[in-house]
């Protein structure tokens, strides 16, 4: 697959110390939602990150591969 770019959407504008849960990846906020924006080598990290989301409670509303 190689390394890809994702966009991760989740409701609700995250502070800054929800940062360490997603180490590696860039917080925006924007318009009442919170975009992680990252790097990801496999289905495998994709697939943890997305399970940290949801371990946390957050709600996703969407994930967009930006690229390689």
């Known amino acids: 697959m190689g390394v890809r770019e994702y966009e991760l959407v989740v409701d ?7 940062a360490p849960a997603f180490e ?15 790097r990801m080598r496999d289905q495998a990290e ?4 997305l399970t940290r989301i949801s371990g946390l409670g957050l709600t996703l509303l969407s994930a967009t ?3 390689e």
């Open 12 to 18: 609700g504008e995250l502070s800054d110390d929800a």
């Open 24 to 38: 590696g990846m860039r917080l925006e906020r924007r318009d009442g939602t919170t975009i992680l924006v990252g």
């Open 46 to 49: 994709l697939q943890g990150v």
């Open 65 to 67: 591969s930006a690229g």
